[in-house]
Every structure is written in C-alpha cells, then in structure tokens.
C-alpha cells in the first residue's frame, strides 16, 4: 500500500513538513502545498487546534487538483464534441444544398431533353412545310408550261407527234 504514494517534506531547522500524494500528483503542487504549511506553522506555533484547522482547509483546494484536471478535460472534451456537432450541421447544410442542385439539375435535363424533342419536331415541320411549298410551285410551273405550250402547240399537241399537216403547221406558223 505504501508503494502507491509519493512521500515529500521540507525541513527547516528542526522542523520537518511532510505529505504523502499519490503516484500521479505533481511533485511542484505537493511542494507548493509543503511551503504554505511551513508559512502557516509559523503564524501558530502555540495553538496547534487552529493550525489543525487551517491545515485542513489548506488541504482542500490540494485535494482536488486531480478533479481540476479531470474538469479541464471535460470542458475540453464539451468544446470538441460542440464543434463536432457544428461541423455535423454544416455538413449536413451542405447536403441540402447538394440536394438541391441536384434536384434543379435533373430537373434542367428533363427540360433540354423536352426542348430538344420540340425543337426536332418544329425543323421536321418546317421542312415539311418547305417540301410542300416546293411542291406547289413545282406543279405551278408544270401548270403553267402546259398552258403555255397548249397554247403555242394546241390542247392535243399535234406538235410533237411527227409529221403530219397539223405538225407543218405548227411549225411554220
């Protein structure tokens, strides 16, 4: 059992202050404690009950200097865990913009792809429309070139049937 303790002491003249710590308590506190018990001793030599009761209260703040640093620790261990919980929330901000862009960019693609099937559909209706028009010029020109060569030749076209009186005609005429 004596081997879980640290022993100090502090002699002057004949007096000799001792305090027994535990393994872990740091040498400098022990002997901080040693010298105010040495300063103290001094202001009652003669009345030993109140020295017993200032040393007692002397030992007090002494006593828990490991639960001081235990109390650090969790202060600090409080400030990680807080920051760690703003970071969690960050990323999860983070996220629902992702979210979001995701959903406007899906969104966007549906649209191009709709767009690009309108626009496909509107050039193959112009085309059409292009065709059409082409065609009714083309029937217009044909309409009007048998006019004009009924005209010059007859509704028959004798002219072009070999040679008879109608085709002589035709051609000195």
């Not at 200032?54 to 007090?60: A, G, I, K, N, Y």
């Not at 703003?86 to 969104?107: F, P, W, Y």
């Not at 690009?116 to 065709?131: A, E, N």
Request: hydrophobic share 40%.
């Amino acid at each position: 059992a004596y081997e879980s303790y640290s022993y100090h002491y502090i002699v002057d003249g004949e007096t000799a202050y001792v305090c027994a710590t535990p393994k872990d308590f740091p040498q400098r506190t022990a002997f901080r404690f040693l010298n105010e018990v040495k300063d103290a001793f001094k202001r009652f030599p003669s009345a030993p009950a109140r020295f017993r009761d200032t040393l007692r209260s002397m030992q007090e703040p002494y006593a828990h200097t490991g639960s001081d640093r235990l109390a650090r620790t969790r202060r600090e261990v409080e400030e990680v865990k807080n920051i760690m919980h703003a970071n969690v929330d960050k990323v999860l901000e983070r996220q629902e913009r992702i979210q979001l862009i995701e959903g406007k960019t899906s969104r966007l693609a549906g649209e191009s792809n709709n767009f690009r099937k309108r626009s496909t559909g509107l050039k193959r209706s112009m085309w059409y429309r292009s065709c059409k028009l082409w065609l009714i010029v083309i029937i217009i020109a044909l309409v009007l070139i048998w006019l004009v060569m009924s005209l010059i030749c007859g509704f028959d076209f004798h002219c072009f049937r070999g040679k008879n009186t109608a085709g002589a005609a035709c051609h000195d005429g």
